[in-house]
Protein backbone atom coordinates (compact mmCIF):
# COMPACT_ATOMS: atom_id res chain seq x y z
CA UNK A 1 0.00 0.00 0.00
CA UNK A 2 0.98 3.63 -0.65
CA UNK A 3 1.85 6.00 1.81
CA UNK A 4 -0.73 8.39 0.00
CA UNK A 5 -3.90 6.20 -0.02
CA UNK A 6 -3.59 5.00 3.64
CA UNK A 7 -5.16 5.93 6.80
CA UNK A 8 -1.93 5.30 9.05
CA UNK A 9 -1.91 3.31 12.02
CA UNK A 10 1.45 4.49 14.20
CA UNK A 11 3.64 2.31 15.91
CA UNK A 12 6.57 3.67 17.96
CA UNK A 13 10.03 3.14 16.51
CA UNK A 14 13.54 3.88 17.42
CA UNK A 15 12.36 4.84 21.01
CA UNK A 16 15.71 6.06 23.30
CA UNK A 17 15.76 7.14 26.79
CA UNK A 18 17.64 10.02 28.00
CA UNK A 19 17.96 13.37 29.59
CA UNK A 20 16.49 17.15 28.14
CA UNK A 21 19.71 19.69 29.24
CA UNK A 22 18.41 23.18 29.74
CA UNK A 23 21.34 25.68 29.98
CA UNK A 24 21.70 29.42 29.83
CA UNK A 25 24.69 31.59 29.06
CA UNK A 26 25.55 33.69 31.95
CA UNK A 27 26.59 36.85 29.69
CA UNK A 28 23.81 36.88 26.95
CA UNK A 29 20.96 35.08 28.84
CA UNK A 30 19.97 33.12 26.24
CA UNK A 31 18.22 29.86 26.84
CA UNK A 32 18.89 26.43 25.29
CA UNK A 33 17.96 22.83 25.06
CA UNK A 34 19.18 19.33 24.05
CA UNK A 35 18.92 15.84 24.47
CA UNK A 36 21.66 13.79 25.59
CA UNK A 37 21.61 10.01 25.52
CA UNK A 38 24.19 10.01 28.14
CA UNK A 39 23.49 7.76 31.52
CA UNK A 40 23.85 10.54 33.96
CA UNK A 41 23.27 13.95 32.25
CA UNK A 42 26.48 16.83 31.82
CA UNK A 43 26.05 19.24 34.54
CA UNK A 44 29.18 20.74 34.55
CA UNK A 45 29.64 24.74 32.93
CA UNK A 46 31.59 24.94 29.73
CA UNK A 47 32.60 28.03 27.65
CA UNK A 48 31.84 27.48 23.88
CA UNK A 49 33.02 30.53 21.92
CA UNK A 50 31.26 34.01 23.36
CA UNK A 51 28.78 31.64 25.49
CA UNK A 52 29.38 30.55 29.74
CA UNK A 53 27.11 27.78 29.59
CA UNK A 54 25.55 26.78 33.35
CA UNK A 55 22.85 23.88 33.77
CA UNK A 56 19.49 24.98 34.54
CA UNK A 57 17.58 21.81 34.97
CA UNK A 58 17.78 18.06 33.37
CA UNK A 59 14.46 16.35 32.92
CA UNK A 60 14.32 12.53 31.71
CA UNK A 61 12.09 11.96 28.59
CA UNK A 62 12.35 9.86 25.47
CA UNK A 63 12.31 10.43 21.40
CA UNK A 64 11.01 8.28 19.31
CA UNK A 65 9.89 8.21 15.69
CA UNK A 66 7.23 6.79 14.21
CA UNK A 67 5.79 3.80 11.29
CA UNK A 68 2.61 2.77 9.95
CA UNK A 69 1.71 -0.80 10.16
CA UNK A 70 -0.21 -0.47 7.48
CA UNK A 71 2.18 0.69 3.92
CA UNK A 72 5.67 0.91 6.41
CA UNK A 73 5.77 4.63 6.20
CA UNK A 74 7.97 5.72 8.65
CA UNK A 75 7.61 9.73 10.39
CA UNK A 76 11.22 10.68 12.10
CA UNK A 77 10.53 13.31 14.90
CA UNK A 78 14.17 15.21 15.54
CA UNK A 79 12.62 18.20 16.23
CA UNK A 80 10.56 16.98 18.99
CA UNK A 81 12.26 17.80 22.48
CA UNK A 82 9.41 16.44 24.65
CA UNK A 83 5.74 16.17 25.57
CA UNK A 84 4.72 18.20 28.83
CA UNK A 85 1.57 18.05 30.85
CA UNK A 86 -0.43 20.99 31.37
CA UNK A 87 -0.44 21.31 35.23
CA UNK A 88 -2.65 24.69 34.73
CA UNK A 89 -0.19 26.72 36.67
CA UNK A 90 -0.79 30.06 35.15
CA UNK A 91 -4.07 31.32 34.19
CA UNK A 92 -2.85 33.95 31.66
CA UNK A 93 -1.48 31.03 29.75
CA UNK A 94 -3.01 30.22 26.76
CA UNK A 95 -2.41 26.91 27.42
CA UNK A 96 -4.21 26.81 30.42
CA UNK A 97 -7.16 28.52 28.89
CA UNK A 98 -7.16 25.57 26.56
CA UNK A 99 -6.97 23.04 29.52
CA UNK A 100 -9.94 24.44 31.28
CA UNK A 101 -12.40 24.49 28.21
CA UNK A 102 -11.30 20.86 27.24
CA UNK A 103 -11.53 19.46 30.93
CA UNK A 104 -15.48 18.97 31.02
CA UNK A 105 -14.91 16.46 28.07
CA UNK A 106 -12.24 14.63 30.37
CA UNK A 107 -9.24 15.79 27.62
CA UNK A 108 -6.11 16.11 28.84
CA UNK A 109 -3.49 18.57 27.20
CA UNK A 110 0.01 18.39 26.28
CA UNK A 111 2.30 20.16 25.18
CA UNK A 112 4.87 19.30 22.22
CA UNK A 113 7.79 21.41 22.40
CA UNK A 114 11.03 21.91 20.40
CA UNK A 115 14.45 22.86 20.74
CA UNK A 116 15.81 26.10 22.00
CA UNK A 117 16.21 28.74 21.02
CA UNK A 118 13.53 28.25 18.43
CA UNK A 119 15.44 30.79 16.12
CA UNK A 120 18.29 28.11 15.62
CA UNK A 121 15.96 24.63 15.70
CA UNK A 122 13.61 23.53 13.24
CA UNK A 123 10.15 23.30 15.27
CA UNK A 124 7.37 20.61 14.75
CA UNK A 125 4.81 21.28 12.32
CA UNK A 126 1.02 21.24 12.86
CA UNK A 127 0.93 18.00 10.83
CA UNK A 128 3.46 16.13 13.20
CA UNK A 129 1.34 17.66 16.55
CA UNK A 130 -1.85 16.09 14.51
CA UNK A 131 -0.30 12.74 14.41
CA UNK A 132 1.26 12.29 17.84
CA UNK A 133 -2.83 13.61 18.81
CA UNK A 134 -3.64 10.79 17.10
CA UNK A 135 -1.41 8.23 18.19
CA UNK A 136 -1.78 8.97 21.89
CA UNK A 137 -5.62 8.46 21.23
CA UNK A 138 -5.54 5.38 19.20
CA UNK A 139 -3.97 3.90 22.32
CA UNK A 140 -6.73 5.02 24.61
CA UNK A 141 -9.33 1.85 24.26
CA UNK A 142 -11.50 4.59 26.76
CA UNK A 143 -13.94 6.57 25.45
CA UNK A 144 -14.14 8.36 28.58
CA UNK A 145 -11.14 10.72 28.13
CA UNK A 146 -9.09 11.84 25.12
CA UNK A 147 -5.58 13.47 24.57
CA UNK A 148 -5.23 17.07 22.64
CA UNK A 149 -1.83 18.04 21.94
CA UNK A 150 -1.18 21.65 21.29
CA UNK A 151 2.44 23.53 20.35
CA UNK A 152 4.31 25.47 22.50
CA UNK A 153 3.34 28.52 20.68
CA UNK A 154 0.55 28.59 23.32
CA UNK A 155 2.40 28.62 26.16
CA UNK A 156 3.02 32.03 27.66
CA UNK A 157 5.77 31.88 29.46
CA UNK A 158 8.08 28.68 29.81
CA UNK A 159 10.25 30.24 32.70
CA UNK A 160 6.91 30.48 34.38
CA UNK A 161 5.73 27.00 33.60
CA UNK A 162 5.25 24.19 35.70
CA UNK A 163 4.27 21.45 33.64
CA UNK A 164 5.49 17.97 33.85
CA UNK A 165 7.71 16.45 31.24
CA UNK A 166 6.98 13.01 29.96
CA UNK A 167 9.25 10.39 30.80
CA UNK A 168 7.97 7.39 29.25
CA UNK A 169 4.88 6.49 27.04
CA UNK A 170 2.84 4.54 30.29
CA UNK A 171 2.36 8.37 31.52
CA UNK A 172 0.10 8.96 29.09
CA UNK A 173 -2.04 5.91 30.06
CA UNK A 174 -4.93 5.66 32.29
CA UNK A 175 -4.25 1.87 31.93
CA UNK A 176 -0.62 -0.11 32.98
CA UNK A 177 0.28 -1.97 29.91
CA UNK A 178 -0.35 -5.89 29.04
CA UNK A 179 3.18 -7.65 29.87
CA UNK A 180 4.24 -9.45 26.86
CA UNK A 181 1.98 -8.48 24.74
CA UNK A 182 2.43 -6.10 21.03
CA UNK A 183 1.52 -3.01 23.12
CA UNK A 184 4.58 -3.46 26.14
CA UNK A 185 6.63 -3.54 22.76
CA UNK A 186 5.22 -1.22 20.20
CA UNK A 187 4.46 1.41 22.89
CA UNK A 188 5.94 0.95 25.83
CA UNK A 189 9.93 0.87 24.42
CA UNK A 190 10.53 -2.43 24.97
CA UNK A 191 12.96 -4.72 23.05
CA UNK A 192 11.94 -6.90 20.29
Known sequence: MTAEGCSHT???INVTYGHIITEKCSRCHIV?????FEERPPLEEYRDSDHFWNVMESAQSFRFDFQC????????FEELMGLLMCTGCDPKCEAEKIQRL????????????GFL???KHKQLSEEKIAML????????KSTNSRIKIISQERVTDFSLCYGQVIKDM??????????????????LGGKQ
Request: net charge positive; aromatic share 16%.
Open 170 to 187: NMLSLTPPVPDTDQAIHY
Open 133 to 140: EDFFNQRR
Open 10 to 12: WKM
Open 117 to 119: PKA
Open 69 to 76: TRCGQIVN
Open 32 to 36: STYFS
Open 102 to 113: QEKDRTWVYIAF
